[in-house]
């Protein structure tokens, strides 16, 4: 055997076992992930995605059949355990029932808070009823399962949350003021929790998804097809781009943006006003 074909054989036997222990790994739970919004779109990519990882999973939605039907496929072709909590999170009694999950099931490892709502007409043109809606999903759902998920993490000191929130957060003169307000909190709450939480062993992934083909926008009364085809991703693209952004230690991850330099240069900006953002005196152009 000439010394080439050794090496060959032996690399190929080496990524062979790397394949058999990736396998083996995925066969090891790596805990429970929780995913609100799991019915469809992005929250049904990150299932797939997560269970293929080595996640058992929770799903939670309010459609109950969407919610079975994707359990059976992924359990199928994954092996893992997934359970479904069929509940409404715009609701005391269904939010509480997932809140009580996440106080209770000490398996649970990490959080996906993706369930919501968009909209995408003026103020004149919205139902303030409809806003009230968004806002108790958007945001109210997604603080209340943050404060149930936080203490359990800390006391087991790990545990990954992610926040989906959206490009409107830092872009809202796009679509609906009132989605882009309750995108801007996530983003936020979630940048004060990587704060508050930064040497404590438990990771806070804050997602800014650009427009991803769901059925978001035929909820939002504004059909997908009316953006520029190279504006839109696939929800398969959104989540791979997030999972590899967790990966690679981003805190934050936009999955569209070529250069990581242009949001540590926005984020650079916003930090280079802090020092200046809270004085005595007031500033000299005020000044009579
Ligand atoms: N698509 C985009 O262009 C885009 C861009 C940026 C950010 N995002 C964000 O990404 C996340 C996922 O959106 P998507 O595009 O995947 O939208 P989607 O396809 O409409 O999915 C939304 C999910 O949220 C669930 N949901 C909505 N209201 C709920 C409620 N009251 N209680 C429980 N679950 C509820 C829905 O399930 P049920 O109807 O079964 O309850 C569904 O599973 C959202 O937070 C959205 O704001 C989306």
Redesign the pocket.
Known sequence: MTLRSCVKRNNLRLIASEQTMERQMDKISKGVAVI??????????YADRLAKRGYDLIL????EE??RHLARGISDQTGRAVEILV?????KT?LASVEHILKSNMQITMLV??????AAGSLRDSDVEQMT?MA???VN?LMRLSYAMVPAFLQRGAGTIIN?????AIWPELLNGV?AG??AF?SAFTQSLQHELRDQHIRVHL???????????D?AGYP?SNLPVDA??D?VD?VDAALAGLDIGELVTIPSLPEVAAWNAYEAARKKLIPELSRKAMASRYQS
């Not at 609100?36 to 990519?45: C, L």
């Not at 808070?113 to 968009?118: D, E, L, S, T, Y």
């Open positions: 609100t919004g799991a019915s469809g779109g992005i929250g049904a990519v939670v939605a309010r459609n969407r919610l509940a409404d999170l715009n609701d269904g808070n993706n369930a919501g709502i968009g809606q108790a999903v958007n759902a989906i929130a959206s490009v409107v989605y309750t995108k996530v997602v800014l998804p650009g427009a991803t083909a769901t059925g978001f926008w909820r997908v839109v991703m929800p959104t």
